[in-house]
T-cell receptor
Framework: AQKITQTQPGMFVQEKEAVTLDCTYDTSDQSYGLFWYKQPSSGEMIFLIYQGSYDEQNATEGRYSLNFQKARKSANLVISASQLGDSAMYFCAMREGVAAGNKLTFGGGTRVLVKP | DAGITQSPRHKVTETGTPVTLRCHQTENHRYMYWYRQDPGHGLRLIHYSYGVKDTDKGEVSDGYSVSRSKTEDFLLTLESATSSQTSVYFC????????????FGDGTRLSIL
């Protein structure tokens, strides 16, 4: 079974509107972390936002916020006031437990295209 | 930006040849990782290192080996490259704490003909 699922392969969003990218995860660990990365067409991986499993508040970072619903095992990324530069692939990733390695498991990604 | 340099950035080679990719960091981070990125699969972990000479396998380690003789360098070797190893390879680094993100290099595009 996939540990990280991103069900939206691609989506369009109108400039200046908000967009929500879905991410569900599967883990039996109590301690874990969720990360979102952006990959523009130039190819680099850019860290956006982090949510820890014990964090009581949803993470926010500028125009990015994370809608964390622990019971539903979802960690959706919300991008507010979309800009043309937000067009990119977005990846959700999970770090499980506290074992050595800080390893991440990635979802398959969602491609976002912002329309002017 | 995190000081991570991958070399080469692009490489084309033939099936059966050995290939070594290098990742160099200037951040003195303990953890280093090698991923491959293929369409529809996101990034998948090949190997990682948690210290000098300390390495472990990831999800897709078959056909790959790694070495870390210095904190700053993490090498990925394909002993006998196959066409299925055509991919984009990313190196990443992180500090020890679990809430610290991994920071990625710019990737190496490897084509095996």
């Amino acid at each position: 079974a996939q540990k990280i699922t991103q069900t939206q392969p691609g989506m369009f969003v109108q400039e200046k509107e908000a967009v929500t990218l879905d991410c569900t995860y599967d883990t039996s660990d109590q301690s874990y972390g969720l990360f979102w990365y952006k990959q523009p067409s130039s190819g680099e991986m850019i860290f956006l936002i982090y949510q820890g499993s014990y964090d009581e508040q949803n993470a926010t970072e500028g125009r990015y916020s994370l809608n964390f619903q622990k019971a539903r095992k979802s960690a959706n990324l919300v991008i507010s006031a979309s800009q043309l530069g937000d067009s990119a692939m977005y990846f959700c990733a999970m770090r499980e437990g506290v074992a050595a390695g800080n390893k991440l498991t990635f979802g398959g990604g969602t491609r976002v295209l912002v329309k002017p | 930006d995190a000081g991570i340099t991958q070399s080469p950035r692009h490489k084309v080679t033939e099936t059966g040849t050995p290939v070594t990719l290098r990742c160099h960091q200037t951040e003195n981070h303990r953890y280093m990782y090698w991923y491959r990125q293929d369409p529809g699969h996101g990034l998948r972990l090949i190997h990682y290192s948690y210290g000098v000479k300390d390495t472990d396998k990831g999800e897709v380690s078959d056909g790959y080996s790694v070495s870390r003789s210095k904190t700053e360098d993490f090498l990925l070797t394909l002993e006998s490259a196959t066409s299925s190893q055509t991919s984009v390879y990313f190196c990443a680094i992180s500090e020890h704490l679990g809430n610290q993100p991994q920071h990625f290099g710019d990737g190496t595009r490897l084509s095996i003909l």
